[in-house]
């Protein structure tokens, strides 16, 4: 997997926000063939979450790939590791270069088009630790994600993440910032987004 140095990188700026943006972390032929390739090895599955006595379908399709015996479970969605595969373990370690971490799992969320998206929330699961590093690629089509402090919804960040781009979240950020990719009525093409994290064993 090859990576190409980024022109610049961009740092958001926000009370306890430590986020850094690669763009092109990943180059546009790494990216085509790691998209082509997720799209069709990854066990791509459809969530349900339980609201109003109701079950509703999760607006984007997910997969939980990590390390044996690291299951991970949200907002009552129990997720068993799956298989690294070829891809996935030469992203991991591109992403863990450029954030200076290691990882343990990914989180992988295929957009379908813009009626999947995300809504507000920040992964601040007990199981990653009080300030975890996080790494986020994007692949495919491009998206609009949001940042929003806790405590001051008004105070918020837009950025439009690229095919190949990187977003680094360190420090404080999950515990004083909300992040999201709202839906959109305009039409785009799959995105596929690989959230790297690390899992606390117990």
């Known amino acids: 997997m090859t990576g190409q140095p980024a022109l610049f990188d961009e740092h958001p700026k926000g009370p ?20 082509v390739a997720l799209r069709e090895r990854v066990a791509w599955r459809q969530d349900y979450l339980r609201m109003f006595g109701e079950l509703i379908a999760v607006p984007r399709l997910e997969s939980w790939v990590a390390d044996e015996g690291l299951d991970y479970t949200y907002s009552g969605i129990h997720h068993d590791p799956g298989p690294w595969t070829e891809e996935l373990i030469a992203l991991r370690d591109l992403v863990s270069e450029h954030a200076g971490a290691t990882f343990n799992s990914v989180l992988c969320n295929l957009y379908r088009d813009g009626n999947d998206g995300v809504d507000w929330h920040a992964d601040d699961e007990s199981e990653f630790g009080p300030m975890p590093v996080i790494g986020s690629l994007s692949l495919g089509a491009s998206r609009r994600f949001d940042l ?26 999950q515990a004083l910032w909300q992040h999201r990719v709202p839906k959109t009525k305009k039409p785009v093409g799959e995105r596929i987004n690989l959230t790297f994290r690390t899992v606390k064993k117990s």
Do not use: Q
């Not at 402090?149 to 404080?172: C, N, P, S």
């Open 16 to 35: 306890g926000l430590d986020v850094t943006l690669i763009r092109n972390a990943v180059d546009s032929d790494a990216a085509d063939a790691a998209l």
């Open 148 to 173: 929003r402090r806790v405590e001051a919804h008004a105070e918020k960040i837009e950025l439009d993440l690229h095919h190949g781009d990187l977003v680094i979240m360190r420090g404080t950020t």
